[in-house]
């Protein structure tokens, strides 16, 4: 944690302080934006960091060494009258509060704080508005290194990806195959790379396509045949603890030509996800901000206008980093409207889908990062479905 850059960043954004508080390993965010971890935690603690002074902490005297780790001034209270008291003391001299809060929910990866503890601080007087914006800024924003390293698992993972088509064939070719051996095929071209996942790959097919969330297991894998619509999902990192993910999805048939309504679909798909891509570039290229809605409503706009939208059922991206689905913007206006701006030196996939169930589903995936001044496709850009 530096002090100096978060009381730098409220400064800008025109708020009095950022108020952290935990009970019982509610706010994650917390602990990773604080850059400490301190155990089972069975009492409130509160940490306030000023736009200027020193920050100022309050907990509970049974755990009282709970933010000994973090610099700034120590209260302690036992009593929930002398917790309320403490508080207000806490807050003395600051009114506009940002908090993991989210009004009406609305960004709901950031809404750590309960109603109650909200209702206190209001009821002292104080404004309490979303930290979304900052936790992007301090959790979703990645290093020169970061960076560096989301490209050593793109070039790894696509590699990867197109040798398991390959080997795909030649099993259906020569014998058969099914989902679930081929994510341990996928899975272990990833492992002899140094890669790790968080769980993983996917291959799904024919209806199986249609289910976006669909996971095959060795008792419930569909067998892979010529003839067959196939999506494949697949992501990964290298293995440290900072680096960041590469994730993407690509479709294919076995040993036909698709047919016309895959390829209107596909490429209604692909145009989707090229919509959107422009958008961000073009936004990022004159410096000009982009909010994640903003995006997906340029995805969604183009599915819309082929008479498929009631079948695009998710948000058009998500930020990527040391964990697949980051604090950052996701590219959505349909699950949340996400008005979180895409900030330089983030990652975040570009993902549209169409899912009719009980057929096919076609997902289009790729990353981008952005970059003060540009946001480009880090990787392989699907733009024809592959013909295995």
């Known amino acids: 944690m530096n002090v100096d850059l978060i009381q730098a960043a409220l400064r800008e954004q025109g708020l009095d302080a950022w108020l952290f508080y935990d009970h019982h390993g509610r706010d994650p965010l917390a602990y990773t934006i604080l850059g400490f971890q301190c155990g089972h935690v069975t009492r409130r603690w509160f940490y306030l960091i000023p736009a200027y002074g020193e920050p100022k902490k309050l907990v509970h005297r049974i755990e009282s060494g709970r933010l000994d780790m973090l610099p700034g001034a ?88 197109a040798e398991g088509w390959r080997e795909m064939g030649r099993r259906v070719r020569g014998g058969g195959t099914d989902e679930f051996t081929m994510v341990e095929w996928l899975a272990e071209g990833m492992r002899r790379e140094g890669l790790i996942w968080e769980h993983g790959p996917n291959v799904s097919v024919g209806a199986n396509s249609a289910d976006s969330h669909y996971e095959p297991t060795r008792e419930s894998s569909k067998s892979i045949r010529r003839g067959d619509f196939v999506l494949i999902d697949i992501w990964g990192k290298v293995d440290r603890p900072d680096s960041c993910f590469y994730d993407i999805t690509w479709t294919g048939v076995v040993d036909r030509e698709p047919t016309e309504r895959e390829l209107t679909v596909f490429n209604t ?98 990353d981008m990062i952005a970059t003060k001044g540009s946001a480009i496709v880090t990787g392989r850009a699907q733009t024809e479905l592959v013909r295995i």
């Open 74 to 161: 120590k209260a302690e209270y036992s009593s929930w009258q002398e917790l309320e008291a403490g508080l207000a003391t806490l807050l003395e001299g600051v009114t506009k509060i940002a908090m993991q809060y989210s009004p009406r929910n609305a960004i709901m990866y950031v809404s750590m704080v309960d109603a109650g503890t909200v209702e206190v601080l209001r009821g002292m007087g104080k404004e309490i508005v979303s930290s979304a914006d900052l936790v992007s800024q301090f959790e979703a924003v990645l290093t020169d290194e970061q960076i560096a390293t989301h490209y050593v698992a793109q070039q790894k993972i696509d590699a990867i990806l």
């Open 269 to 366: 798909v692909r145009d989707a996800r090229d919509a959107a891509i422009a958008l961000v570039s073009a936004r990022f290229a004159t410096g000009t901000p982009v909010e994640g809605w903003e995006a997906d409503d340029a995805a969604r706009a183009v599915i819309r206008s082929a008479g498929m939208g009631d079948y695009f059922t998710h948000r058009t991206g998500h930020n990527i980093g040391p964990v697949l689905h980051g604090s950052g913007a996701h590219l959505d206006n349909l699950e949340t409207h996400d008005i979180r701006r895409i900030l330089p030196n983030t990652c975040f996939s570009v993902e549209p889908g169409v899912y009719f169930p009980g057929e096919f589903g076609v997902r289009n995936e790729i």
